[in-house]
């Protein structure tokens, strides 16, 4: 029963994902203001379900809603910054997750201690959590700009100095699909390692939102207080996310970066595979803070590097149709102490960190070798990527 209403979320995601082609076709101020109230009203309705069939049906809806805005938002924040700007900008929209995740737990660690309420609690929570996305929803119309020089917020001149301090890589218009960008997505390997990384990354983060006050609970903790220790971790792997960004930004080398984070992600995991008694309270728990630390900004940063390393507008049709994939595989492990669901979790994280080396050493092969061919790109030169994408022999990759 469980499953069944996770898995509907993640199937739908699966399923709606291609709608983020929206973000090139309609403004991004309506657009995201129709997926903010769309989703706030989906939660609020899941507080006033009474079956599982109607419940099945607002997760389900949630997945669509999300889907949207997943692969969308990042994009749009590089239509805004440039490469070596966007891992702290990605983080902060990408990086809420565990802050709200921690919100969320400490809401919830609040909201089941109402007392003489004529309605259950767990009502309260979605209806508290859903309320203020469907208000925000008026903000974004008003407030969310479309592009740099339409901001609203900026005076004429500052809208003609953010567009211009973009001009470095000129790409597509919003508002097109371009068929070579399609195939630039299908055809280039980039893609399929950041599709496999991100869906290591996938499981291991769904395993940690789906189940980790269950594992907290069965540490002799009562269903309350597990809540309660969920929020710490969370918290934390926010400020873990804040340090990978600033550090990848300032210093480059994002494949090291998410190599270093899903190591310890992977110690994180193995821990929890490792000790199997679940009176060892203390080894235990810092398994979680280890695999929640490594996995967020492994997430973020794998991300990031993506967008950085699209030429032109390829990012939709490079965005992976197995991500959401691994949700469903998550939400599959075998309680009380799901260790087959940790085991599997250490191998994937370990496979993220092998493959971010891997991909390290071959985009900075392929720079080393451009600068050879073409001579060296200093980063104020104009780049046209509308017809050759990331094969433009001026392009260099961020490692």
């Not at 203020?132 to 903000?139: A, D, E, Q, S």
């Not at 496979?351 to 390290?360: D, R």
Request: glycine share 8%; net charge positive.
């Amino acid at each position: 029963m469980v499953l069944g209403v996770l898995n509907a979320f993640y199937i739908c995601y699966v399923l709606f994902e291609w709608t983020t082609v929206f973000w090139k076709i309609f403004p991004t101020h309506i657009y995201v203001t129709g997926l903010c109230i769309c989703w706030g009203a989906a939660a609020m309705c899941a507080g006033a379900v009474d079956n599982m069939a109607e419940l099945i049906v607002c997760r389900a809806c949630l997945g669509i809603f999300e889907a949207a805005f997943g692969a969308g938002a990042p994009y749009f924040l590089s239509l805004f910054y440039q490469r070596w700007e966007l891992g702290f900008r990605v983080l902060i929209l990408l990086g809420m997750s565990p802050v709200a995740n921690c919100f969320a737990s400490s809401l919830a660690y609040g909201i089941t201690h109402i007392k003489h309420s004529t309605m259950a609690s767990w009502r309260f929570l979605f209806i508290i959590e859903g309320a203020p996305t469907v208000l925000f929803g008026i903000v974004v119309f008003f407030f969310l700009a479309d592009s740099p020089g339409t901001a609203k917020f900026l005076s004429e001149s500052e809208q003609t100095t953010a567009t211009e301090r973009l001009h470095t890589v000129d790409r597509t218009a919003k508002n097109r699909l371009d068929r070579r960008q399609v195939l630039a997505g299908l055809s280039d390997y980039k893609n399929y390692v950041h599709i496999i990384i991100h869906f290591c990354c996938n499981y291991s983060f769904a395993g940690l939102s789906n189940f980790l006050p269950t594992i907290i609970q069965h540490m002799e903790y009562t269903s309350i207080n597990a809540q309660g220790l969920s929020a710490p971790p969370y918290f934390v792997s926010f400020l873990f996310c804040v340090a990978a960004a600033i550090l990848s930004d300032r210093y480059g080398r994002r494949g090291l970066v998410t190599a270093l984070f899903s190591t310890i992600g992977m110690i994180g995991y193995l821990t929890l595979a490792a000790v199997q008694d679940e009176n060892q309270v203390g080894p235990r728990y810092l398994g979680i803070w280890l695999a929640t630390c490594g996995v967020f900004p492994a997430l973020c940063i794998n991300i990031t590097w993506l967008l950085n390393n699209q030429g032109g507008d390829s990012f939709f049709f490079k965005r992976a149709r197995l991500w959401p994939c691994s949700p469903c595989l998550a939400s599959a492990r075998v309680s009380p102490i799901y260790i087959r669901g940790c085991a599997i979790g250490c191998a994937l994280t370990g496979s993220i960190t092998i493959m971010a080396l891997g991909l390290y050493l071959k985009l900075n092969h392929e720079n080393k070798k451009r600068d050879r061919l073409y001579g060296p790109v200093t980063d104020d030169v104009r780049i046209d990527v509308t017809v050759d994408g990331d094969a433009n022999p001026r392009f260099r990759y961020l490692i």
